[in-house]
C-alpha cells in the first residue's frame, strides 16, 4: 500500500439533497440499494443504484443508525432504543422496539452502531446537546436471545467510529467530541462477541477532523471521516495514515463500501452550522477510491 492523496475530481453527488445529519449509510446488496439516515428529519433514505430513484420512509422518533437484518428488515437505534424496522410501500416505516438499556434518559438517544462479523448488532448512547460534553454514552451490543446488554464502553461524549477488522477480531470505536477526539482498538472475541484491551488506535487531533462514522476495506485498513476536516483518512491496521481523500463538504459523517463490486464508497455529510451559500453541506457523495469494502454482515444473532 502506497501513501497518496485523492482529490474530489471523481466524487458523484446523490441528487440535489441536503440532509441535516445525514448518517449510517449501508448496501444492500440483496436490493441493489444503498440506505441512510437524516437523524434531525427522522427520515430513512433508499437510493436504487440501477435506476438513481430515491425513496425515503418517516420514523416516529430520530433514527440514528441502521444495519440489515437477515429477513429483510432494518434494525436501528433510536431515540429510546434498539427497533426493528419494516419498510413497506407506506410512506411511515412500521416499527417495533426490541429493547431499550436502563441508563438512556432524557435528552440522549443512540448513536452509531452496526453489526458486528457475526452479526451481533452493536450501538451507542450520546447526550444530545453536545455542547454540554457530558460523558454519559454507553456502548452497548444486542442480541434476541440475550436482549441488550450492560454497557461494555462508558465515559463516552459522542460514541462514534464502530467496525471491525475482516477477520472480526478487532473491534474499532471513537469518541468524536472536539475535547476527545480519539479512536481505539480492542481484541474482540468473536464467539462470545466481547471486547478487551481498549488502546488508542489514532489520536485525531494530530490529524484533520474529528473522528465520525468508519469502515473496514479488504486489506484490514480503517476509514475514517474527518468531521470538520472535509476528509476521510484510510489508516492501516497498524494505525499509520496510509492517505486521505479530499471531499467537497466540510463536515463527512460516515463512510460505507458498497455496489456490486463492493468498490464504492457512499459518503454522507451534515447540513448544520454550514457556512452561508454552502451548497454541499449535508450532501450525499460516491466516489471509488480504488479499493473495495467488506460486506456489511446481517443480524442474525
Same mark, same amino acid.
Given at each position: 500500500m502506497t501513501s497518496m492523496v485523492t482529490n474530489i475530481i471523481s466524487t458523484e453527488r446523490v441528487s440535489n439533497l441536503n440532509c441535516l445529519v445525514g448518517e449510517s449509510p449501508i448496501w444492500c446488496a440483496a436490493r441493489g440499494a444503498w440506505f441512510w439516515v437524516d437523524i434531525p428529519a427522522k427520515t430513512i433514505w433508499q437510493l436504487d443504484a440501477s435506476s438513481g430513484t430515491l425513496c425515503s420512509w418517516h420514523t416516529s422518533e430520530m433514527v440514528a443508525c441502521i444495519a440489515l437484518k437477515q429477513d429483510g428488515d432494518l434494525i436501528a437505534g433510536m431515540e429510546s432504543g434498539i427497533f426493528s424496522l419494516h419498510l413497506g410501500d407506506h410512506k411511515n416505516a412500521q416499527e417495533q422496539r426490541l429493547a431499550a438499556p436502563e441508563k438512556l434518559v432524557a435528552g440522549m438517544r443512540f448513536n452509531d452502531g452496526r453489526c458486528d462479523r457475526q452479526g451481533r448488532f452493536w450501538s451507542g448512547t450520546m447526550f444530545m446537546e453536545m455542547a454540554a460534553a457530558r460523558p454519559d454514552g454507553h456502548l452497548y451490543r444486542y442480541t434476541t436471545e440475550q436482549g441488550i446488554s450492560q454497557p461494555f464502553v462508558s465515559n463516552l461524549i459522542v460514541q462514534n467510529g464502530l467496525s471491525w477488522s475482516p477477520?472480526?477480531?478487532?473491534?474499532?470505536?471513537? *469518541?468524536?467530541?472536539?475535547?476527545r477526539q480519539l479512536i481505539w482498538s480492542f481484541d474482540y472475541d468473536i464467539d462470545s462477541g466481547t471486547p478487551s484491551n481498549q488502546r488508542v488506535f489514532v489520536d485525531m487531533n494530530a490529524h484533520p477532523g474529528r473522528p465520525d462514522g468508519a469502515a473496514v476495506d479488504s486489506d484490514g485498513c480503517y476509514?475514517?471521516?474527518?468531521? *470538520?476536516?472535509?476528509?476521510i483518512l484510510r489508516f492501516t491496521p497498524e494505525g499509520k495514515l496510509d492517505s486521505r481523500i479530499n471531499l467537497p463538504m466540510a463536515k463527512p459523517s460516515m463512510c460505507s463500501f458498497g455496489g456490486d463490486k463492493l468498490d464504492t464508497l457512499l459518503v454522507t455529510s451534515i447540513a448544520a452550522g454550514k457556512a452561508e451559500g454552502d451548497q454541499w453541506a449535508g450532501a450525499v457523495v460516491m466516489l471509488r477510491p480504488g479499493v473495495k469494502g467488506m460486506p456489511e454482515t446481517a443480524f442474525s444473532a
Open positions: 477477520d472480526g477480531r478487532t473491534m474499532y470505536l471513537s *469518541d468524536s467530541h472536539a475535547s476509514w475514517i471521516c474527518g468531521n *470538520d476536516g472535509g476528509c
